[in-house]
């Protein structure tokens, strides 16, 4: 697998189907479920500073959720998170990934859904 590769997991009964495509060149990975030691996903560090009256700050001050609100922002800087980092180890493969931060949520559901609660490890980064 070349790096910068765009990649895509697919859930399989044996276990994943890693998809690699480089300048439309496919790459298929088998990940058999057994020889899957273990992912960690690690969320990237979150920026959250609406100003007065913006949208976003009126929307988080009513309760509504960050994961909602920051679509509602104004202004770049009034929020932001860094990319999410996602290491996949097997016995035969340690492969680590970038993507971007607000793609977290949907990955960490993703590889909930696998059922592999002893192999997931997920890491939140601190806020400010």
Known sequence: MKLNSKCNFEKRTGGLLLYANYSNKLTLIPIPKESLIGITLTRGKESIKPFFLSPMWILLKLGVSKLYARYFRYRLYEYSIDQM???????????????????????LSFFESLNYENKLKTIIKAST
Do not use: D, R, S
């Open 85 to 107: 980092e996602l290491n996949v180890k097997t016995t035969e493969y340690e492969m680590n990934f970038i993507a971007n931060g607000y793609l977290f949520e949907k990955q």
